[in-house]
């Protein structure tokens, strides 16, 4: 048996009940077979994989906090630090109620991979709780945020472990941590990212995860002779990623006729009304049926068991932006049969691995998330660099540095498939270019 079916099959054991991770772990090992086959006595003897599919350290701990009634809440916390091989842990936290210790690990494992392709010095964790900010009060929500932080705060520091956003952790989520952070610990520093800018965030962090994804995309149609001018896109989430991939596929000429939430999904045959969604999702914390209700050329779908959403919509090009595994092989035959002829994933791992196969076999150019989206993290770490020189950089700055690290991305994960023989899978070159520069860095710092 090949050293990588040895180590799948004993990660498989061994974490049986973690479906995400291993679907993550499944799709990197398997990508990077020409790699491993090419040094797989040195690899297998310094049990390379092994460390690589373990966390160096994972917490889990009990979030207990007050709700308006005076009733005491339970909620599970977890910060997994997969991997610190080139620098401290990076990698956001997501509240959602789905949240449990094989998804933070899937996470962690991917940012592994994305954060050595951003080119900057930052190692791969993820953290988060069950959680559910949706339908609380302000003062609910700092009640868990600071509870969380409270906890967390012995494990994070801003040369050790820099959380930052993901699904349900905004801005207000990032901003009470930040200030209970500070009341603890008695340092004022760049622990967290994603902070507000009179606190020591970054301009464009908040665009930057949307804005990349098209980064990226655009450079990815170029580079094959297609370009985004006049394509009707479809988009899902109607979160941060989602807007600001609708805004900039805007700027860059394309037309987004979609998105969704968690209860239903928007067709506009006009294209989205950005500052509309924005006023919705980001000022009201509302559903998009009241984006449907101020808009005529809107059509508001509930979400129904079964029914496959905005990807029935005909469209060139499709944009994943919600979460992971929501599209789905028939989802790929259905874009495939209407003429798509780009995916670029703006979530973590949307996309299941049958689909993935079935978009690349049948021609479609495929971005993977873990380069498509490293824009949001790279920001990050622009921030975190901001933070240690007690300066702030313009929009301008910042976003010309977001455009040119996600441009050295796709030309990264473009280089690494024509070098291992499969050219334009984006996949396999994305997963081969991360894992290069950690597993030289890992092998130069011994066993550890
Ligand atoms: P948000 O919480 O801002 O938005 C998430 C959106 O997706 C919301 O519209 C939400 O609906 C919808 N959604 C979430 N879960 C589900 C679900 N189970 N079924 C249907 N819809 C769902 O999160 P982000 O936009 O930050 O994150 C979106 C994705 O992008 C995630 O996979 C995240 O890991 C990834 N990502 C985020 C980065 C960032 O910088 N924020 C960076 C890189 C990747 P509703 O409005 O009803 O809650
Ligand atoms: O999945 C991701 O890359 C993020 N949620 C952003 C992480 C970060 O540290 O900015």
Same mark, same amino acid.
């Given at each position: 048996m090949s050293y990588v079916d040895e180590v799948l099959e004993r990660v498989r054991t061994k974490n049986a009940s973690e479906p995400e991770f291993l679907q993550a772990v499944d799709e990197v090992l398997n990508s990077l077979r020409p790699v491993i086959e090419a040094n797989e006595e040195k690899f297998k003897k310094e049990a390379l994989l092994e460390r690589l599919c373990e966390p160096e350290r994972q917490f889990k701990f009990r979030v207990p906090w007050v709700d308006d009634n005076g009733q005491v809440q339970v909620n599970t916390g977890y910060r997994v630090q997969f991997n610190s091989a080139i620098g401290p842990y990076k990698g956001g936290l997501r509240l959602h109620p789905s949240v449990n210790i094989g998804i933070i690990k899937f996470l962690g494992f991917e940012q592994i991979f994305k954060n050595s392709l951003t080119g900057l010095p930052i190692g791969g964790g993820k953290g988060g709780s069950d959680f559910d900010p949706k339908g609380k009060s302000d003062r609910e929500v700092m009640a868990f945020c600071q509870s969380f932080m409270t906890e967390l705060c012995k494990y994070i520091?801003?040369?050790t472990d820099v959380p930052a956003g993901d699904i349900g952790t905004g801005a207000r989520e990032i901003g009470y941590m930040f200030g209970q952070y500070k009341r603890i610990r008695g340092v004022y520093e760049?622990?967290?990212?994603?902070?507000g800018l009179s606190y020591g965030g970054s301009l464009a962090r908040t665009e930057a995860t949307g804005y990349g994804l098209l980064y990226f995309t655009d450079e990815m149609l170029k580079s094959n002779g297609?370009?985004?001018?006049?394509k009707i896109c479809a988009v899902s989430g109607a979160g941060n990623v989602a807007i600001y991939a609708i805004q900039k596929a805007q700027q860059l000429g394309a037309k987004p006729v979609t998105c969704s939430d968690s209860t239903g999904w928007i067709y506009d045959s006009e294209g989205i009304d950005v500052d509309l969604l924005k006023e919705v999702?980001?000022?009201? #914390?509302? #559903?998009l049926s009241e984006y449907a209700a101020k808009r005529p050329s809107a059509e508001y779908h509930e979400k129904k068991a079964g029914e496959h959403g905005v990807w029935t919509v005909k469209c060139d090009v499709a944009l994943p932006c919600?979460?992971?595994?929501?599209?789905d092989l028939d989802d790929a035959k259905a874009l495939v049969a209407n003429g798509c002829f780009a995916v670029a994933e703006g979530?973590?791992?949307?996309?299941?691995l049958e689909a993935t196969k079935y978009l690349q076999e049948n021609g479609i150019l495929f971005a993977p998330g873990k380069a498509s989206n490293a824009g949001g993290v790279a920001t990050s770490a622009l921030e975190m660099s901001q933070n240690s020189e007690r300066l702030s950089w313009t929009f301008e700055e910042v976003d010309g540095k977001l455009k040119d690290i996600m441009v050295n991305i796709f030309r990264s994960a473009d280089s690494a498939a024509k070098k291992y023989g499969c050219d334009g899978d984006y996949v396999a070159g994305a997963n081969i270019a991360g894992f290069e520069k950690v597993v030289d860095a890992m092998l130069a710092q011994g066993v550890c």
């Amino acid at each position: 048996m090949s050293y990588v079916d040895e180590v799948l099959e004993r990660v498989r054991t061994k974490n049986a009940s973690e479906p995400e991770f291993l679907q993550a772990v499944d799709e990197v090992l398997n990508s990077l077979r020409p790699v491993i086959e090419a040094n797989e006595e040195k690899f297998k003897k310094e049990a390379l994989l092994e460390r690589l599919c373990e966390p160096e350290r994972q917490f889990k701990f009990r979030v207990p906090w007050v709700d308006d009634n005076g009733q005491v809440q339970v909620n599970t916390g977890y910060r997994v630090q997969f991997n610190s091989a080139i620098g401290p842990y990076k990698g956001g936290l997501r509240l959602h109620p789905s949240v449990n210790i094989g998804i933070i690990k899937f996470l962690g494992f991917e940012q592994i991979f994305k954060n050595s392709l951003t080119g900057l010095p930052i190692g791969g964790g993820k953290g988060g709780s069950d959680f559910d900010p949706k339908g609380k009060s302000d003062r609910e929500v700092m009640a868990f945020c600071q509870s969380f932080m409270t906890e967390l705060c012995k494990y994070i520091g801003a040369d050790t472990d820099v959380p930052a956003g993901d699904i349900g952790t905004g801005a207000r989520e990032i901003g009470y941590m930040f200030g209970q952070y500070k009341r603890i610990r008695g340092v004022y520093e760049g622990v967290l990212t994603g902070k507000g800018l009179s606190y020591g965030g970054s301009l464009a962090r908040t665009e930057a995860t949307g804005y990349g994804l098209l980064y990226f995309t655009d450079e990815m149609l170029k580079s094959n002779g297609k370009s985004l001018e006049g394509k009707i896109c479809a988009v899902s989430g109607a979160g941060n990623v989602a807007i600001y991939a609708i805004q900039k596929a805007q700027q860059l000429g394309a037309k987004p006729v979609t998105c969704s939430d968690s209860t239903g999904w928007i067709y506009d045959s006009e294209g989205i009304d950005v500052d509309l969604l924005k006023e919705v999702k980001e000022v009201k #914390r509302a #559903r998009l049926s009241e984006y449907a209700a101020k808009r005529p050329s809107a059509e508001y779908h509930e979400k129904k068991a079964g029914e496959h959403g905005v990807w029935t919509v005909k469209c060139d090009v499709a944009l994943p932006c919600a979460t992971q595994n929501e599209l789905d092989l028939d989802d790929a035959k259905a874009l495939v049969a209407n003429g798509c002829f780009a995916v670029a994933e703006g979530a973590n791992m949307p996309t299941t691995l049958e689909a993935t196969k079935y978009l690349q076999e049948n021609g479609i150019l495929f971005a993977p998330g873990k380069a498509s989206n490293a824009g949001g993290v790279a920001t990050s770490a622009l921030e975190m660099s901001q933070n240690s020189e007690r300066l702030s950089w313009t929009f301008e700055e910042v976003d010309g540095k977001l455009k040119d690290i996600m441009v050295n991305i796709f030309r990264s994960a473009d280089s690494a498939a024509k070098k291992y023989g499969c050219d334009g899978d984006y996949v396999a070159g994305a997963n081969i270019a991360g894992f290069e520069k950690v597993v030289d860095a890992m092998l130069a710092q011994g066993v550890c």
